[in-house]
């Protein structure tokens, strides 16, 4: 028999519990996954959560696993390459898509462009 021993919010957040409990061989199993997989975010809280299953056995230990602090890692945020401005050498901004005027819209369709944070001219990503 399952024993539901935690409901998350979120689907990710009952992964990384499973994946807590695949790592002591406690089999655990994710409940609506299938629902959930097949709709996107917002929906999950309107189901009322992701609920994580273990067997009956292994309840205990289970919850006793989730209930340790999680150790987090800070995972290094994606950084952009440091590229200076190639007009003023100054800081560039987050990259964007740009659509471009008509003319040459038909050659390019979108570029992926960042604007430069001091002197306002934009350099293709
Ligand atoms: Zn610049």
């Known amino acids: 028999m399952l024993v539901t021993i935690a409901t998350f919010s979120f689907l990710h957040e009952a992964r990384l519990a499973q994946t807590q409990l695949d790592a002591l061989d406690i089999p655990s199993f994710i409940a609506d996954e299938y629902t959930l997989s097949n709709l996107q975010w917002p929906y999950e809280n309107i189901i009322g959560g992701v609920r994580l299953q273990v067997s009956e056995e292994f309840a205990a230990q289970a919850q006793e696993v989730l209930n340790e602090p999680v150790e987090i890692v ?3 945020e994606l950084e ?14 987050e990259p964007y ?3 471009p005027p008509p003319i040459i819209g038909w050659f390019f369709l979108e570029v992926s462009v960042r604007q430069c944070m001091a002197c ?6």
């Open 120 to 125: 306002g001219k934009t350099t293709q990503a």
């Open 80 to 93: 952009l390459e440091p590229e200076p401005c190639p007009y003023c050498g100054g800081t560039l901004g």
């Open 97 to 99: 898509i740009a659509k």
């Open 74 to 76: 800070p995972t290094p």
